[in-house]
C-alpha cells in the first residue's frame, strides 16, 4: 500500500530553519505530482509548496523566498527546506502525492516559537 511518512519536524525559535522529508513507498514516485501542506490551529489546510514530476515549483506567497521544495527521485523522497522561520510558519506540515489517485502522509508538527 501507499505510505508517505514525513519526518524533520520539532520546536525551533524564530529565525532558525528547519528540513522537512517525506519518504514515499508503494507508488511510481518519479511520476507523481507532490506537495507540502499546513494547518494551522483553527484554519483550513492551505497549500504550501509543490513539485512536478519534472521538477518545476510553485509556491503560497507566504513563503515565497523561504522555503525550498526539492525532490530525490532516486530516494523516493520530497523535501521542505525552510528558513527565517516566523511563529505564522507553526502548523501542522502534510505531505501529499497526486496522480490519479492522491494520498496523504500522517503530517508532522513544526513550532516556531522563542
Known amino acids: 500500500q501507499v505510505q508517505l511518512v514525513e519526518s524533520g519536524g520539532g520546536l525551533v525559535q524564530p529565525g532558525r530553519s528547519l528540513r522537512l522529508a517525506c519518504a514515499a513507498s508503494g507508488l511510481t514516485f518519479e511520476s507523481y505530482f507532490m506537495s507540502w501542506y499546513r494547518q494551522a490551529p483553527g484554519k483550513e489546510r492551505e497549500l504550501v509548496a509543490s513539485i512536478s514530476s519534472l521538477g518545476s515549483t510553485n509556491y503560497a506567497d507566504s513563503v515565497k523566498g523561504r522555503f525550498t521544495i526539492s525532490r530525490d527521485n532516486a530516494k523516493n523522497t520530497v523535501y521542505l527546506e525552510m528558513i527565517s522561520l516566523t511563529p505564522e510558519d507553526t502548523a501542522v506540515y502534510y505531505c501529499?502525492?497526486?496522480?490519479?489517485?492522491?494520498?496523504w502522509g500522517q503530517g508532522t508538527q513544526v513550532t516556531v516559537s522563542s
Open positions: 501529499h502525492a497526486r496522480r490519479i489517485s492522491w494520498y
